[in-house]
């Protein structure tokens, strides 16, 4: 069964050995301009660009913007979930600044969610705030990413418009939360509760 799946992934990339040599340069560095694939790979300029835009379409090739875990000061989050409705889960950290992902997987755990934040207090205060209060939620389990590997880009929400209330639809301010009014929780980026550093200050 996996044979057969990589097989199907294989047919539908077409990806030849020009194409794999091109997304080996990128992935060693993104930023290489395409000249100097050209000039590395002894082909024309317009030949890998028009590869580049094929790849793209695909979707064997995109860009990440964001920081990178490795180099910045920030904690990530990886929250295992058993939830009797995942999409409904889901949809309440669509626009959370924390959130970066989330992961329907088969399994005991039916959903994997990641979070970041400057503190490992706000990532536990969002489990227990939003998900193991949550009734459609029976388990949640925290892991804490010490390190990774190699550089990893996390896209960050940096840009949103100031509310009251936290996107997240929790149902009030973060000054009537018990977490945020004991200093276990930096408080939401979107509202002028927030006392971080990372996002702007949500002082108006």
């Not at 301009?33 to 082909?43: F, M």
């Not at 989050?77 to 329907?104: H, R």
Request: some cysteine; overall charge neutral; hydrophobic content about 40%.
């Amino acid at each position: 069964m996996i044979q057969e799946i990589i097989k199907s992934m294989r047919d539908f990339l077409d990806l030849d050995k020009r194409d794999q040599e091109i997304l080996s340069l990128l992935e060693k560095d993104p930023e290489m301009s395409q000249n100097d694939i050209a000039l590395k790979l002894r082909i024309s300029q317009p030949s890998v660009s028009a590869r580049i835009h094929k790849l793209k379409q695909k979707g064997a090739l995109s860009h990440v913007v964001g920081m990178n875990l490795k180099k910045v000061g920030l904690y990530m989050a990886k929250v295992d979930v058993i939830a009797n409705n995942t999409s409904s889960v889901l949809e309440i950290f669509q626009d959370c600044p924390y959130f970066l992902n989330g992961l329907i997987v088969s399994g005991r755990h039916n959903l994997c969610l990641f979070f970041v934040g400057e503190d490992i207090a706000t990532l536990e205060a969002i489990v227990d705030g939003h998900l193991r209060s949550n009734p459609l939620v029976t388990s949640a389990e925290v892991s804490i990413v010490i390190t990774p590997m190699r550089d990893l880009i996390l896209p960050l929400k940096m840009n949103f418009d100031f509310s009251d209330t936290p996107p997240c639809g929790i149902g009030h301010n973060c000054k009537e939360c018990h977490h945020h009014t004991s200093n276990r929780c930096l408080g939401c980026p979107v509202t002028n509760s927030y006392n971080g550093n990372v996002w702007r200050s949500g002082k108006k």
